[in-house]
């Protein structure tokens, strides 16, 4: 059973929820991310997202654009951001951590490299948002033959045909995106989200976590009364934004912290 696995299990024996926060790493540069990263869990987060900056992205807002902007600026890339992710499992052997990103640093380095690497480095999922799932039966099998779990997006707009392919590839969880539109928008619907996750249930097992529109203790509280798993990123981002280096991790901390109560007391 992978750490993804074992952590919904055990959260789920406890009647609690995974947080999930995003940052993208390297931003604002490579020597904040893995105290970022250790300052996530400390905060109560179960599950890391890991971003892996990328020029041309397709579902980001402009506060996730701007992160990868900087990160990129400072010479972050794939294999960068895997020594990250060593550097980061020298003290926690135990969070897991998903790599989300786009296709093309993925292709460039190789699938069956990438999916060696990637668990060499102690990485436990990848979700990349721009391989459809349809087409990506090779590389589910790839990652999961290195161990890792392939993660997909679902989203309003899914057919009940869609979310069954999904099913069939995917593994660890299911990550619904909660509206039309990019990360960071503030337009979401909790009613709608409710009403939508049935139909997946209906067709996986997997849990399921909702992002996109999460900025807060309150919505976040929400979402876990529904959900298996929020995850939260341009908040994040915006508060590592207005911080220095110095104060980033104590307001990340803070942050996250009272999302984490928010969700604990639903």
């Known amino acids: 059973m992978s750490r993804i696995s074992q952590t919904f299990e055990r959260l789920k ?25 250790h300052t996530l869990v400390e905060a109560g987060a179960d599950i890391i997202e890991l971003g892996v900056p990328f020029s041309d ?17 400072k010479g972050m890339g794939l294999k960068k951001v895997l020594a990250l992710v060593a550097e980061f499992r020298k003290t926690n ?7 989300m990103g786009y296709a093309n640093p993925v292709e460039a380095m190789g699938v069956d490299r990438f999916g060696a690497a990637a668990q060499a480095a102690g990485v436990d999922g990848v979700l990349v948002v721009d391989y459809p799932p349809e ?3 090779e590389f589910s099998a790839a990652m999961k033959t290195h161990g890792l779990d392939p993660i997909f997006l679902l989203a309003p707009t899914s057919t009940d045909e869609r979310i069954a392919g999904t099913a069939k590839v995917a593994s660890g969880y299911v990550y619904y995106v909660s509206l039309k539109g990019v990360t960071g928008s503030a337009a979401l619907d909790v009613d709608a989200v409710a009403a ?56 990340v901390r803070a942050l996250v912290y009272g999302i984490r109560q928010g969700m604990d007391a639903a």
């Open 196 to 251: 939508r996750l049935p139909a997946i249930r209906e067709r996986t097992g997997l849990p399921v976590g909702v992002g996109f529109g999460i900025r807060d203790a309150q919505t976040a509280a929400r979402i876990a009364r529904i959900a298996d798993a929020v995850v939260i990123g341009s908040r994040i981002i915006e508060e590592i934004e207005k911080s220095t280096p110095e104060t980033a991790c104590a307001n």
């Open 13 to 37: 024996a406890q009647g609690r929820k995974a947080l999930i926060p995003f940052v993208t790493a390297g931003d604002p540069d490579a020597a904040l991310t893995v105290p970022l990263m």
């Open 93 to 99: 052997a135990q969070t897991p951590v998903v790599l």
């Open 57 to 73: 992205p397709m579902a980001d807002g402009p506060t996730i654009q701007r992160a990868s902007e900087r990160a990129l600026a």
């Open 135 to 137: 087409e990506s039966s």
